[in-house]
């Protein structure tokens, strides 16, 4: 599969790249390309968005990942709730250590701004957490609703967001699964800057001409030695967090709680719980 082609399409929507790839000036510039389902992640999104950062890694002419979705819906709904509820994986078998999109769990050396062009909930948030740094549009939210799908934020986002913000602040946000708007983010520092919707991507790009312009093995050694990151892409400071997540989530995947959560989702109706 190359970087702009998925298999096994029938419609119009599913005929068009999942995720389109471009380069330029020494800024590769990812786009989620379902808009039709708010840009969700399905297996194939995976594929596209992992295979272009190891390909921004390894091209010294990448300076800078930009990461944005298509359409004005949402920049990224998170897993293709749907999809889940056919029981189809979101992340395909041998792709897992890139995490959710081929993006949360998959560092690389250069650095990556999520350009954040709507609503981010969900797995959309934990791609968020998982970039650099952020630029969002006025018309953005953030938040981890898994809990009210009977699911568990085990894209990064549990751990990842107690580091980001006010421990209380983070345990609301995780245990209501309520979002949170563009201007808040802004006040609790989990995003760099707030534009008008129009100029999301414009920004963004400015901000990695910004850091494009500088010495490249001097940022990405720059990015290694703030972030703890080894050259393999590991990061030991997140070690533990990943490890009790892979540890947790199977005992909630397993549950009748994680297959009423999305299949109510699909049907449009309240979730009935039975706490197993």
């Known amino acids: 599969m190359t970087l702009d082609q998925t298999a096994g399409a029938t419609t119009a929507d599913e005929l068009a790249p999942p995720a389109l790839i471009e380069v330029r000036d020494h800024i590769m510039v990812i ?3 379902r808009p039709e389902a708010r840009n969700a992640v399905n297996a194939e999104m995976c594929v596209v968005v992992g295979d272009a950062l190891t390909r921004a890694d390894e ?4 300076r800078v990942v930009v990461l944005t979705g298509s359409g004005d819906k949402a920049f990224c709904a998170g897993a293709d709730l749907k999809a889940l509820s056919r029981g189809e994986r979101v992340i395909p078998e041998g792709r897992e250590a890139w995490g959710l999109a081929g993006y949360v769990g998959h560092a690389i050396s250069k650095p990556t701004i999520a350009a954040v062009n709507g609503p981010a909930l969900g797995g959309g948030t934990e791609l968020v957490l998982a970039s650099d740094l952020v630029v969002a549009a006025d018309t953005a939210t953030f938040g981890l609703p898994e809990v009210k799908r009977g699911l568990v934020a085990g894209a990064g986002g549990a751990f990842r967001l107690i580091d980001k913000l006010p421990p209380v602040v983070a345990m609301e946000l995780l245990l209501t699964g309520e979002p949170i708007g563009a201007a808040e983010a802004l006040a609790l520092h989990l995003v760099n800057r707030v534009v008008p919707a129009a100029d999301v991507l414009t920004a963004a790009l400015d901000l990695a001409a910004a850091i494009a312009a500088n010495a490249p093995l001097s940022v990405q050694v720059t990015k290694q030695i703030a972030l703890a990151q080894e050259p393999d892409g590991s990061r030991p400071r997140e070690a533990a ?6 540890s947790l989530l199977p005992l909630i995947a397993r549950s009748e709680d994680a297959k009423e959560g999305p299949r109510a989702f699909a049907e449009r109706r309240d979730p009935i719980w039975q706490g197993r």
């Not at 091209?59 to 990448?62: E, I, N, Q, S, Y």
Request: proline letters at 8%.
């Open 31 to 33: 786009t989620l390309n």
């Open 59 to 62: 091209d010294p002419d990448v």
């Open 241 to 246: 967090g990943w490890a009790m997540t892979s």
